[in-house]
């Protein structure tokens, strides 16, 4: 069965992640970051058109649709300083002032369907991987289709995308020569993913010099560590790499605050590292930093993280627009995607079609026009969320 991304254009949604109400900070503090800004400021996105009406996320995290007015028309009153914090704040969900952390095992590879169901060591290979028969063929294909879709846009979304992985250099381009040898040159490209290899940012760190193995080979750690203490071990190499990336990504000019932060993968230690970034950040009372944390069901198989993707990609953009935080573990949650729309004030997300596959909850579709049209739906959704229509 094939599947065709089906999703908001990228064109679309420049505008619509990049509109949003006056937050209420210190107007004072935020003057000298302003002046930094443009306010048409869209480094990275000419691809980006700028048509349509507005809508915007309140304060309070939930959705306003007023008539359509332009993100400066009515947010920036007479005086300077409050225009200044117009210009610096409104722009959060900008893809300069967006950071976006990407799990790769079992989050963008299907690592568990691969290493452990089909018995395949990805270490060592020398050529692609043949498939079996014509279903993993297709399977393959699908997840292809989908994590390129997604990447593409998540890099569109924010001018640095980071996966960050605890394997050892060069995990992840091992499994790419294997299985999708295409996608190494959108990640080399100066519009694609940074691959961040966690251990690497916490061994210089002289407080944290234990090694760490590749996720999918440590059975010396798991006999030598408690639980525990591999939990912490993995949580603060993703936290270390989290703030190196985000300490570079948030000092584009003088005074820029923390702004916009998203991670998404399927271990607690992620979110966990997440939690502790923004918590250890300690602001001067001057910034509004928005962290937006996505927990995914764990050992998915081929199928259910191609879906996984493909939805995750019409989400995106108002996870992106997002004028809160987002906390949420669809691991454990019997319908993600009302999960997902309570997080979002958007409780209208648990009514549609789509299969719940995509999370682990529901078998797999059988017909690909199904599928289709459930994306379709979702689709819609989400720009009638974004527009206001």
């Known amino acids: 069965m094939e599947v065709r991304p089906c999703g908001l254009t990228i064109g679309a949604l420049k505008s619509k992640t990049s509109q949003v109400s006056l937050p209420s900070s210190d107007c004072a503090s935020m003057s000298t970051e302003a002046a930094s800004l443009s306010p048409t400021s869209s480094a990275g996105l000419d691809c980006f058109d700028t048509a349509g009406a507005s809508s915007v996320f309140s304060e309070r995290g939930s959705l306003d649709m007023p008539s359509a007015w332009p993100a400066w028309g009515r947010q920036c009153s007479n005086t300077s300083t409050v225009a200044s914090l117009a210009a610096s704040d409104v722009h959060y969900s900008e893809p300069t002032q967006t950071l976006i952390f990407l ?121 030598q560590k408690s639980a525990e203490e591999l939990e912490a071990e993995l949580t603060m190499s993703k936290y270390a790499a989290m703030k190196v990336e985000a300490s570079a990504f948030y000092s584009q000019y003088p005074s820029q605050s923390w702004k916009n932060i998203i991670s998404i993968g399927d271990m607690l230690y992620e979110r966990d590292a997440m939690q502790d970034l923004s918590l250890r950040r300690a602001p001067h009372g001057r910034e509004r930093l928005r962290t937006k944390t996505l927990v995914l069901p764990r050992h998915p198989t081929l199928s259910e993280i191609a879906m996984r993707l493909h939805a995750a990609a019409a989400l995106l953009p108002l996870e992106v ?26 409780p209208g997300l648990a009514d549609l079609s789509i299969s719940r596959h995509a999370w682990s909850s529901a078998p797999a579709p059988q017909c690909q026009d199904e599928v289709e049209q459930a994306l379709a739906e979702l689709t819609i959704f989400v720009h009638g969320a974004l527009y206001g229509d």
């Open 103 to 223: 799990d790769w095992d079992d989050t963008l590879f299907p690592t568990t369907e691969i290493v452990e169901r089909w018995g395949f060591p990805i270490v060592g290979q020398e050529a692609p991987y043949t498939p079996t028969c014509p279903q993993q063929a297709s399977g393959l294909q699908q997840w292809r289709v989908a994590c390129r879709a997604f990447l593409e846009l998540a890099c569109a979304l924010s001018s640095h995308c980071c996966i960050v992985t605890n394997s050892r250099r060069p995990w992840v381009e091992d499994c790419l020569a294997c299985f999708y040898p295409e996608l190494q040159e959108l990640l080399d490209g100066p519009r694609g993913p940074k691959v961040v290899y966690a251990h690497e940012a916490m061994v210089t760190d002289k407080s944290h010099r234990a090694p760490l193995r590749p996720v999918i080979n440590r059975d010396l750690d798991l006999q």
């Open 321 to 346: 627009a997002f004028n809160g935080d987002i906390d949420v573990d669809l691991s454990g949650d019997e319908d993600p995607l009302r999960a997902m729309g309570q997080a979002l004030s958007l």
